[in-house]
């Protein structure tokens, strides 16, 4: 079982914590702090050109159909996660920055490679589960955003979005992302062939944001602001939420019925976060000094989501199918 457990820390969570440790030893100063913010917006530019490049319109389409599920994915990414955030944002023991963190972590898109291979290792719908992560992380570039000025405005010194921010959006998020989505008719072929490339420049940028952005935030004494105990807080904060919403999504695949192969993908789609969208989003949507703090909470909540879906996706791909049926509709049977 501990086996097990420590077969889910893959590299790049623990070259994640180690592009933590080296910016807590050596954050980026003085000139280097411009050239580091430069080469991070570039990263994020190519990592959703990319993303749209990657992503095929009959997904698109495909996700139109099977409206009742995509629509409960929705409700929970989009409904549910935000309502639990507003409520431990409000938690007196949570430290203001990371309270803010824990509502942008709440705001964020479904992740789309562990969503499918969760659902795909538990033996559900892989093609819906498709269609719904995609649909969730291309309405997330203008959602997730919107979100963050409606519900974080005046919140723990937050300012809402800025016409700025709404800019950097624009330019760094949603064009990119279009224009990999237009050329994908010359590019899209390429782009499946160099997946290693892909992936290398997904990752590659995720840390190049997350070493600048807690560089900055220890330069301003992240680590002096935020103890043990807040860190200890923190992920009984991230367990409690994740066990909510896991408990929500397989209830409802009841209330609404839906096939066993369904009830999966709204169990793993509908649970996760994405750490791919949130670090370039919050590198645009924050303040360098903040970025840190606000990131903390989706990289603790991207681990614990991990570990705790692959132990539920290893069951539920054991259970014989008459019985995980029986276990999905048992109490959705008049």
């Not at 929705?74 to 023991?93: D, K, N, R, V």
């Not at 606000?294 to 014989?320: D, E, K």
Request: charged share 10%.
């Amino acid at each position: 079982m501990i086996r097990r457990i420590l077969s889910i820390f893959e590299p790049f969570i623990l070259t994640l914590v180690g592009t933590v440790l080296l910016a807590s030893l050596l954050p980026p100063r003085g000139a280097l702090v411009p050239v580091f913010d430069m080469a991070a917006d570039a990263g994020i530019v190519l990592l959703f050109f990319l993303h749209g490049a990657k992503l095929s319109r009959d997904a698109i389409v495909a996700g139109m159909r099977n409206w009742r599920l995509h629509l409960a994915v929705f409700a929970s990414t989009y409904l549910l996660f935000p309502l639990l955030g507003l409520g431990f944002a409000q938690l007196p023991l949570l430290a203001p920055g990371i309270a803010m963190g824990v509502l942008f972590l709440a705001l964020l898109p479904s992740t789309v490679q562990s969503s499918i291979a969760f659902t795909a290792m538990a033996r559900g719908n892989v093609a819906a589960a498709v269609c719904s992560a995609s649909f969730s992380n291309l309405i997330g570039i203008v959602l997730t955003p919107a979100l963050v000025a409606l519900l974080m405005q005046g919140s723990h010194g937050m300012g809402g979005v800025s016409l700025s921010a709404v800019e950097k959006i624009v330019m760094q998020l949603l064009v990119p992302f279009v224009a990999g989505h237009l050329l994908r008719p010359w590019i899209g072929s390429w782009v499946g062939r160099h997946k290693k490339l892909v992936t290398l420049v997904d990752r590659g940028s995720i840390l190049l944001v997350v070493y600048t952005a807690f560089g900055a935030a220890v330069v301003e004494g992240l680590w002096s602001k935020v103890s043990g105990l807040d860190l200890a807080i923190l992920f009984l904060v991230c367990a409690v939420m994740l066990a909510i919403v896991l408990a929500a999504t397989w209830f409802a695949a009841r209330a609404l019925r839906l096939p066993r192969e369904d009830a999966v993908v709204l169990l793993f789609c509908g649970s996760k976060k994405s750490l791919a969208s949130g670090v370039p989003m919050a590198g645009v949507l924050f303040p360098a000094a903040q970025v840190g703090v606000v990131l903390l909470p989706i990289m603790l909540f991207h681990q614990l989501q991990l570990i705790v879906c692959a132990v539920l996706a290893r069951r539920l791909g054991y259970l014989p199918e008459d019985a995980a049926d029986q276990g999905s509709n048992s109490e959705a049977s008049p």
